[in-house]
C-alpha cells in the first residue's frame, strides 16, 4: 500500500533550499504520494501538521534540529510518526539516530527503515528531542547568526561559545532530583534526552535516546580558561571527569531560580524558570535504519 506523507521543509535552513527538489524526486521514486506545502517559517510548521495529519501516514521534516523542535508537539498530539530530511547546520538528532545525512540515503531510510520508539523530553509543557538548557547555551542561540551557521557549519557554535562566555556571569539555581534540593552557582544547566547537541557534543557518555532518563550537567567554572578542557571532553560526554562540572541524572527533575531564565529546546527558545523536565519514554516513533541499512552506510563511510 502507497504511504502519503506529509513533506514540511525549512527552506531557510541550511540546505534547504538546494535540496527540496531533490527529496521530491527521489521519495516520489520511492513510491511515497507526497503532499508538499511551501512554507515561509518556521512558525507555520505545527498548525500545517494538525490541518493536514488527518490525510497522512506519516510526516516527513527537512531541516535542522530547530525545525524538528518547531514541530514535535503537534506530531505527539497528532500521533503521527516522523521521517527526518538532515538539511540543518548540526543535525543533532540525525547523527543520534544513525540517519545517514545524505539525501538519497535517508529518503531511502524514510521509504524501506524501521518504525524506533524513542523517548522525548519534557519541560513545562513543551517537548524536546536533543538538549533544553539555560544560562550560556541561551547567551549562544541569541548571538548564534543564520549567516554564521551557514558560513562556518557546526564550528559556528564554538567560535560564538568563546565570544559569549568571557561576558557571562553564574547565576544561582536550587536543583532538585530523586528526592534530593542541590543548591549550586552556574553559568550553564543543560538537561539532556537524547545523545548529541549543539553539532555533536554528547550529552553524557552512556547517553542514548531511549533509556528512560535525562541526564543533567551544571557548569560551575570560576575562572575563563576552564572552557578549553571542556571544549575537549564535550564531544564524547566526558564532562563529569571535571571537578567543576556537576552531573545528575532522574525520570523528572525541577529548576528554580530567584529571577527567571530563558531555556532553550533544541536550539530554540520556548520556555522559562522555574522549569520541571520529564523523560516521556517511547514518546514518539520514528523512521530509523535497519540493520541492514545501518551496516551498508557504515561501509561506505569506512
Given amino acids: 500500500m502507497t504511504k502519503r506523507a506529509l513533506l514540511l521543509v525549512n527552506r531557510h535552513s541550511r540546505q534547504g533550499q538546494h535540496k527540496f527538489a531533490q527529496a521530491v524526486d ?12 511551501p ?14 495529519g488527518n490525510t497522512v501516514d506519516l510526516v516527513i521534516v527537512g531541516g535542522g534540529d530547530g525545525t524538528l523542535n518547531w514541530v514535535v508537539d ?11 530530511l538532515p538539511l540543518g ?25 524501521q518504525m524506533k520508539y524513542i523517548d522525548l523530553g519534557w ?25 554564521a551557521k551557514r558560513r562556518w557549519g557546526v564550528l559556528a557554535y564554538a567560535f560564538t561559545a568563546l565570544q559569549v562566555i568571557s561576558q557571562t556571569r553564574p547565576f544561582s539555581a536550587q536543583i532538585s532530583v530523586n528526592g534530593e534540593s542541590i543548591p549550586v552557582k552556574t ?17 553524557a557518555e552512556d547517553a542514548t535516546i531511549d533509556d528512560q532518563r535525562l541526564d543533567l550537567y551544571s557548569l560551575e567554572i570560576k575562572h575563563w580558561w576552564q572552557i578549553f578542557p571542556l571544549l575537549w571532553r564535550l564531544p564524547q560526554g566526558q564532562q563529569k571527569v571535571l571537578s567543576w ?18 531555556i532553550n529546546t533544541d536550539g530554540e527558545i520556548t520556555t ?16 530509523v535504519p535497519s540493520e541492514t541499512q545501518e551496516s551498508s552506510t557504515n561501509a561506505h563511510q569506512q
Fill in 26 to 37: 527521489i521519495l516520489n521514486d520511492l513510491g511515497l504520494e507526497l503532499i508538499t506545502v
Fill in 39 to 52: 512554507i515561509k517559517s518556521p512558525e507555520q510548521l505545527p498548525q500545517l501538521v494538525r490541518q493536514r
Fill in 74 to 84: 503537534s506530531l505527539v498530539e497528532m500521533n503521527l510518526p516522523l521521517g527526518i
Fill in 89 to 113: 547546520t548540526a543535525n543533532d538528532l540525525a547523527r543520534t539516530l544513525k540517519i545517514p545525512l545524505t539525501i538519497p540515503q535517508a529518503c531511502q531510510v524514510i521509504a524501506t527503515g
Fill in 123 to 147: 519541560v513545562n509543557g513543551k517537548y524536546f528531542f536533543n538538549v533544553a538548557s539555560l544560562g550560556l547555551s541561551v547567551d549562544i542561540t541569541r548571538k548564534l547568526s543564520q549567516g
Fill in 187 to 203: 553559568i550553564q544547566i543543560a538537561v539532556g534526552n537524547g545523545r548529541f547537541y549543539g553539532g555533536g557534543m554528547a550529552v
Fill in 245 to 262: 562540572v556537576r552531573t545528575l541524572e532522574g525520570e523528572s527533575i525541577e529548576i528554580y531560580t530567584r529571577k527567571s531564565y530563558p
Fill in 272 to 287: 522559562v524558570t522555574p522549569a520541571t523536565f520529564r523523560v516521556i519514554p517511547h514518546g514518539l516513533g520514528v523512521l
